[in-house]
């Protein structure tokens, strides 16, 4: 007796198996790459700081709090080279950082074609650096200290979406 093999007739199950299975060793091999990437900060490199900063440091910093954290742009090197404030709320903390909730949207730039630069109303970031701030105006003098205010004597207000 003569038995059908399941694929043998139905060539849309064979491509779907295969598109899986090929779907399913990328997978794989993109977790693989996650798992063995170590991040590496350069200290002195013109970043915020050289550790993680302790969020008890910070006491005011509570969940649901709405306070400001910042939106910079990095060099190829990891360098800060400007930013901008950005209003937000603390989600969730922990001793070491503080999962955080845009809630306005900041472009550092917008150029046609190239990827977002700035936070979208509504994204969510962990801040593990502990530049949380009051207020905007707290915020933007640390930036401006340091030479990272974008481009402007004044804050530029950021293009909210409300």
């Not at 170590?38 to 490199?45: L, P, T, V, W």
């Not at 150029?111 to 915020?139: H, I, N, P, Q």
């Not at 003098?141 to 909210?160: C, D, F, H, I, M």
Request: overall charge neutral.
């Amino acid at each position: 007796m003569y038995r059908k093999h399941l694929l043998a007739g139905n060539p849309l199950l064979l491509v779907l198996l295969l598109a899986l299975l090929l779907a399913g060793c990328q997978s794989k091999k993109r977790s693989e790459e996650v798992k063995n990437y170590a991040y590496q900060e350069e200290n002195g490199s013109g970043s915020t700081s050289g550790a993680p900063v302790r969020m008890e440091s910070k006491p005011w910093v509570e969940e649901g709090v709405v306070c400001y954290g910042l939106v910079v742009g990095i060099d190829d090197h990891g360098r800060i080279q400007y930013g901008l404030p950005i209003k937000a709320r603390v989600l969730e903390l922990r001793p070491d950082s503080a999962k955080m909730k845009a809630l306005e949207t900041v472009s550092l730039a917008q150029v046609k074609g190239c990827s977002k630069m700035g936070l979208t109303k509504g994204d969510t970031w962990w801040e593990v650096e502990g530049d949380l701030f009051k207020t905007r105006e707290e915020a933007t003098a640390w930036l401006k200290e340091r030479g990272w205010l974008l481009g402007q004597e004044e804050a530029p207000r950021p293009v909210t979406k409300d």
